[in-house]
């Protein structure tokens, strides 16, 4: 089951996981227990920076690679070296 935020008017923000069908349903605020309303928000999505799509991220991803490639060649050589 998704999370969902709902806004008490009292306390503010606060999520609670519930059915899809049931995430326009008034929640009970978890703190003072008043009726609370369903909160449109963005999604949560995590963005590991491995995507060079993203503006200011292609020199992340482009550092990882060539890391990562480094490490590769050195594999490669250090397995050459002992057949």
């Known amino acids: 089951m998704p ?3 709902y806004e008490c008017p009292s306390c503010g923000l606060f999520e609670e996981m ?3 069908d049931e ?4 929640a009970i605020c978890p703190d003072c227990g008043l009726k609370s309303h369903y909160v ?3 999604p949560r999505i995590k963005l ?3 995507d060079p799509s993203f503006p200011g991220e292609y020199a992340k991803w482009e550092k990882r690679r060539e890391s990562k490639m480094k490490v590769e060649r ?3 050589a250090d397995h050459n070296t002992y057949t």
């Open 74 to 76: 050195q594999k490669m």
């Open 48 to 50: 590991d920076g491995c």
């Open 3 to 5: 999370l969902y935020d």
């Open 40 to 42: 449109i928000s963005a």
């Open 18 to 20: 519930r059915k899809m």
């Open 23 to 26: 995430r326009e349903k008034r």
